[in-house]
T-cell receptor
Framework: DAGITQSPRHKVTETGTPVTLRCHQT?????MYWYRQDPGHGLRLIHY???????DKGEVSDGYSVSRSKTEDFLLTLESATSSQTSVYFC??????????????FGNGTRLTVT | DAKTTQPNSMESNEEEPVHLPCNHS???????IHWYRQLPSQGPEYVIH???SNVNNRMASLAIAEDRKSSTLILHRATLRDAAVYYC???????????????FGKGMKLTVNP
């Protein structure tokens, strides 16, 4: 499982509340990603990180912020959750072995429901 | 962004070979073709990738057309565990960090019949 742990695995929250999802890796990989998956849309990139304190936006970053204060943790924050952010969130890390073509390894996801 | 086209779904029978097609007519010369699959209630997992030559690994084979406008993922003997959504993806570089964004489409659902 490439040493990726997402927490929590499930969360139900109310509209307008802040939510933070955590992705923890144990293998010191440089690149980490947050994706969301919704029916009919496949996986879409929210934010990614290419090192400690180095992050950038993906294709659906509005309403989300991220932080990476240490290599092993990549946090995704919904400052004020909305129902449109109900989704399954996947964290991924870029592995090694193929240089720039190294595959991504995904966590098992966090199912977030905003009521 | 380079895009891929896959059938929405396919069916196969257990222990038979399965050929999963992917079209990518706008592929650029330096785009690699990646395949991932997603089992129910799990995150996607890497299957295989290639540039021009056919590739084999323990999970599957990847056959790439000579003009690179299409490719085929080959599962040599499908098992029930191979039932998943399969994604054919072209690599796309992000703006910073020298990393890459894998743009996942909707994928193709493979059903394996016992």
């Amino acid at each position: 499982d490439a040493g990726i742990t997402q927490s929590p695995r499930h969360k139900v929250t109310e509209t307008g509340t802040p939510v933070t999802l955590r992705c923890h890796q144990t293998e010191n990989h440089r690149y980490m990603y947050w994706y969301r998956q919704d029916p009919g849309h496949g996986l879409r990139l929210i934010h990614y990180s290419y090192g400690v304190k180095d992050t950038d936006k993906g294709e659906v970053s509005d309403g989300y912020s991220v932080s990476r204060s240490k290599t092993e943790d990549f946090l995704l924050t919904l400052e004020s959750a909305t129902s449109s952010q109900t989704s399954v969130y996947f964290c991924a890390i870029k592995g090694t072995g193929f240089g720039e073509n190294s595959p991504l390894h995904f966590g098992n996801g966090t199912r977030l429901t905003v009521t | 962004d380079a895009k891929t086209t896959q059938p929405n779904s396919m069916e196969s029978n257990e222990e038979e070979p399965v050929h999963l097609p992917c079209n990518h007519s706008t592929i650029s010369g330096t785009d690699y073709i990646h395949w991932y699959r997603q089992l129910p209630s799990q995150g996607p997992e890497y299957v295989i990738h290639g540039l021009t030559s056919n590739v084999n690994n323990r999970m599957a084979s990847l056959a790439i057309a000579e003009d690179r406008k299409s490719s085929t993922l080959i599962l040599h003997r499908a098992t029930l565990r191979d039932a998943a959504v399969y994604y054919c993806i072209l690599r796309d570089f992000l703006t910073q960090g020298g990393s890459e964004k894998l743009v996942f489409g909707k994928g193709m659902k493979l059903t394996v019949n016992p």
